[in-house]
């Protein structure tokens, strides 16, 4: 599991680093709208794991993941 979970965090910081460049000379936005952008996102993604729970208690679990 410790392998596993260093795997895991290192994917995710080099796309946390990566993205940004992406974003900045593919993409052509600014810091700043790379910034607020990965807010929002890291927001939803707080707000939207609740939600989803309650969806997944109300309706069968497979809708709701085809549906998300």
Same mark, same amino acid.
């Given at each position: 599991?410790?392998?596993?979970?260093?795997?895991?965090?290192?994917?995710?910081?080099?796309?946390?680093?990566?993205?940004?460049?992406?974003?900045?000379?593919?993409?052509?936005?600014?810091?700043?709208?790379? *910034?607020? !952008? @990965?807010?929002?996102?890291?927001a939803?993604g707080i707000?939207? /794991?609740?939600?989803? *729970?309650? !969806? @997944?208690?109300?309706?069968?679990?497979?809708?709701?993941?085809? /549906?998300?």
């Amino acid at each position: 599991m410790l392998a596993i979970a260093l795997v895991d965090r290192t994917g995710s910081g080099l796309w946390a680093s990566v993205s940004v460049l992406y974003f900045t000379y593919v993409s052509h936005l600014s810091v700043a709208q790379v *910034g607020t !952008l @990965a807010a929002l996102a890291g927001a939803i993604g707080i707000a939207g /794991a609740p939600l989803g *729970g309650r !969806l @997944a208690d109300r309706f069968p679990i497979t809708r709701v993941l085809v /549906a998300l």
